[in-house]
């Protein structure tokens, strides 16, 4: 049970955002992703998710907004895939609806660690709270599990950033995680931006 009656214009808002997601087969996956932004979205106050800013953290550069990276890394890590099926002429075992799925879901905690509200009061109280409270990898896990999505996409959810160094990663995770990176230091280098390596 979600914590909160899910808005349907949220979720109707991530369906346009990431018309991606109408790609998952599986119906109950699909929703599930769906709710699983609906839900990180509404409890952090957005109603979208182009009202984040199109960056790493909040401390890096900005270009666009969070849409645009969500939308590269999912078409990104599912081109990656076919690829490598492709080149080397083999099915290699991973469910197109899953990766979709864990790639479009890599950067659901982010609502949390971008809500304006959260980053005053860490600022404020940081020695208490730290700063951030949690980074969006273990805040994407929190959502994901409360979605009740498989977890294969929780471990996504938590290991696709530099946290994912102390786990062994999945093939999933392993595929998100060079898109995403890939997304972000190639546009670092087309546009000179200020993303950390961390």
């Excluded at 992703?33 to 909040?58: C, F, H, K, T």
């Excluded at 991973?94 to 864990?102: Q, T």
């Excluded at 020695?127 to 994901?144: D, L």
Aim: proline share 6%; aromatic share 8%; charged share 20%.
């Amino acid at each position: 049970m979600l914590p909160v009656a899910l808005k349907p214009e949220i979720r109707d808002g991530v369906v346009r955002t990431l018309p991606q997601v109408l790609e998952i087969e599986q119906e109950a996956l699909r929703n599930k992703v769906i709710d699983a932004w609906a839900l990180a979205l509404q409890l952090n106050g957005y109603e979208r998710i182009e009202e984040m800013p199109g960056s790493g953290m909040p401390e890096a550069s900005v270009l666009g907004d969070q849409s645009m990276h969500i939308r590269v890394v999912g078409y990104s890590a599912v081109s990656l895939y076919e690829n490598l099926c492709k080149a080397y002429r083999m099915e290699m075992g991973l469910d197109r609806d899953l990766l979709i799925a864990c790639a479009l879901l890599h950067d659901v905690g982010k609502p949390y660690e971008f809500n304006p509200q959260n980053r005053e009061r860490w600022a404020a109280n940081h020695k208490t709270t730290g700063a951030p409270n949690v980074r969006h990898p273990a805040y994407g896990a929190y959502i994901a599990i409360t979605c009740g999505l498989p977890e294969e996409v929780v471990h996504v959810c938590a290991s696709h950033s530099p946290e994912g160094r102390f786990v062994t990663r999945s093939a999933y995770a392993t595929l998100v995680h060079y898109a995403d990176d890939g997304s972000w230091f190639s546009l670092a280098s087309l546009f000179d931006l200020n993303i950390p390596k961390l």
